[in-house]
Structure formats: structure tokens, C-alpha cells
């Protein structure tokens, strides 16, 4: 029993090595924007914080579908691309 819960504490505490900012869109890049509309750093923030396994997404596209909010909103988003290229610069990228 105690090395699933030492498992699950150093999953809990995986922190980025570096980050830097999107120059370009990409799908990773739209997906990441999603998160941090949400105020997650990024999939991996949020699977820690929600502790959820799967992310809900859009089939068609791979982006993502529904966050859920630290407040419990949620956040729904649309299968088409959200983040403009004037928000790219913006999204931050982790490097872990």
C-alpha cells in the first residue's frame, strides 16, 4: 500500500525544467492555450490538480473539449481552432 501512495506523491510533484512562449500555432500549441484559459499550466497540471486520467476531446480535431475550472466550472471550447495568431505569443510552453 505505501509505495502506491509514494507512487502517486512523486507523480503529484512533476514541475517544468523550463518554459518558454509559443512562436507559432501548432495543435499542441491550441491545446496548451485551452489549458491556460482554464489556469493550468498545461495537461499535465491538470491531471494532477482534477486528478482525472483521460481529458475530454474533440475526435475530429484531438483538441481539447471540456476543462474543468479550480472553481468546478467548466470551460467548453469548440472543435475549430480558438487561439489567433495575436495570442499565440502569449501561450507558454513547458519543457519538463
Known amino acids: 500500500k505505501n509505495s502506491e501512495v509514494s ?5 503529484a510533484d512533476i514541475k517544468p525544467k ?7 500555432w501548432s495543435d499542441d500549441v491550441e491545446n496548451l492555450y485551452r489549458f491556460q484559459q ?3 499550466r498545461d495537461e499535465v497540471e491538470y491531471k494532477q490538480v482534477k486528478q482525472v486520467d483521460m481529458v475530454e476531446c474533440w475526435p475530429e480535431t484531438g483538441f481539447v ?3 474543468q475550472r479550480r472553481d468546478n466550472t467548466f470551460y467548453y471550447y469548440d472543435k475549430q481552432r480558438e487561439c489567433e495568431d495575436k495570442e499565440v505569443h502569449k501561450v507558454k510552453v513547458y519543457v519538463y
Open 18 to 24: 523550463s518554459i518558454y512562449h509559443a512562436k507559432k
Open 38 to 40: 482554464a489556469g493550468y
Open 7 to 11: 507512487g502517486v506523491m512523486a507523480k
Open 65 to 67: 473539449k471540456k476543462l
